[in-house]
């Protein structure tokens, strides 16, 4: 219970602040919005230049609903540790009887929060504004969104240890990671489509399960069996090893001194 | 009286450099115990030590004879700390620190305990307030209360009141007295205020150069040492460490 109460203190929080500043909330929302917005008129265009019957919505509106949906749940924890970060908060948080897990398990918490909020705001919006029917891949939606969370969570975790170990100017390591896997993941086009090498990546990528699954059941074909129980083997993975970094990093952050010293400034 | 905080050998070393070198002490049931000495003698190094935040070389912490360092979170649960430079999240009310510290620190009854401290500390009109905005007495008053709010056997107190002008830290000294009696909290206060150690330490411990040089009450420590007041006795123990036996 006392563990439950910790991991609730952490996205209370984040609540607290969100609730005090609509610059935060906005924030959350505007770029899927945007997102959204130009991807919706691209895909309308395309639509008008493709053979009859070509529908684009729901292979790239929807891709990229879904990479968004993937890129705010690793921010989503990301920016609640940063949160910490800013206001040089680790001393009293870390003086508590806080554990690890449960400092993670908090932004996690605030991260599936705002993430299935803004998963909301953006079915809703391309539902309305242009047609795209969220649901056109029946129950491996499920999974498939289920997946890219769990993904989200791993980057997440991995990307405030390297906030923690590097120290807080290496924030900007962390924002373009969606980005720089974004060729890989199969967002867009079909793994087949890349070089032999990418695809070697790829296959390590979990998202691009997703993406390549929804293509072929919007496509009228199967979903190979094997691919959901190895995607979701390797997001179990990434995230124990993610956990199992982050620990690390705390540990030595305790043993050199970091964590005791750790200011806006300071870097290792 | 049995102690609530046990330091035993304490050693942190950062390369070449020993910043505590081997302390040991302990801090009673009731008993406040003043840690002085000079800038960098390794005072705030022993504080972070005993609150988990940084890993000792060597040597034992025990809080209520938990070891900090194989069960951290038992031996924090009623320990808790204020320190000049741990300010609390400025973007969160005071009402909101409050309750995200208490979740924390598993208080019972918070909403209870919250309106206790607003109270006891006169904060009662600022519990909107974000803490960011408040002034350095305010601020001082916000951490206390936070520092109090799990009713700690170890409070670690590190120069609470070195932003504030004489009458407000007198009245925070005094508000600490009274809930230390009551609680009958352990107490490791650090400050370079010699007036505020004889009015609050009934125990003191000089540091310098990460080691325990002098010991004992603040009120004969200076005539057993030749010295007419306690700030006599600090200056020339942070000037001429080797008389003392710091080397």
Partial sequence: ?268 | MPAVLSVNGLRRVYGETVAVDGISFEVGQNETVGLLGPNGAGKTTTINMILGVLAPSSGTIRIEGVDIVEDRVQALRRTNFAAVYAPLPGNLTVLQNLRFFGLLYEVGDLPARIGEMLEAFDLKKFRDAKFGVLSSGEQTRVCLAKAMLNRPRLLLLDEPTASLDPATARDIRAKIREFTVRDKVGVLWTTHNMHEVGEVCDRVLFLSRGRILLEGAPGTLPGEHGKETLEDLFITVAREPLTFGGG
């Fill in chain 1, 1 to 268: 219970m006392a563990r439950l109460r910790r991991t609730a203190a952490i996205a209370l929080r984040q609540y607290y602040l969100m609730r005090g500043s609509p610059a935060r909330v906005l924030s959350h929302f505007a770029w899927i919005v945007i997102d959204i917005v130009l991807w919706g008129f691209i895909t309308r265009y395309l639509n008008t230049l493709a053979p009859s019957g070509t529908d684009f919505v729901p292979i790239l509106l929807g891709a990229v609903l879904l990479w968004d949906f993937f890129t705010r749940v690793m921010l989503g924890v990301t920016m609640a540790f940063l949160e910490d970060v800013w206001s040089q908060n680790f001393l009293n948080l870390f003086a508590s009887p806080l554990s690890i897990r449960e400092y993670v398990g908090g932004l996690v918490l605030t991260s599936v929060a705002t993430s299935l909020l803004g998963l909301l705001v953006m079915v809703v919006l391309a539902t309305a504004s242009f047609g795209l029917d969220f649901f056109a891949v029946g129950i491996m939606l499920i999974p498939f969104v289920l997946v890219l969370f769990l993904f989200g969570i791993a980057l997440g975790i991995l990307g405030i240890s390297l906030v923690l170990r590097f120290g807080p100017a290496s924030e900007w390591l962390v924002w373009p990671i969606p980005a720089v896997i974004t060729p890989f993941a199969a967002v867009f086009y079909p793994v087949a489509t890349l070089p032999h090498w990418m695809q070697w990546v790829s296959h390590l990528l979990p998202p691009s399960y997703v993406f390549e699954g929804i293509r072929a059941i919007v496509a009228g074909g199967a979903y190979p069996g094997s691919a959901l129980p190895w995607s979701f083997g390797l997001c179990a993975f990434y995230i124990l090893t993610a956990m199992w970094v982050f620990s690390g990093v705390h540990r030595e952050a305790v043993r050199s001194g970091l964590l005791s010293r750790y200011k806006a400034e300071s870097s290792a």
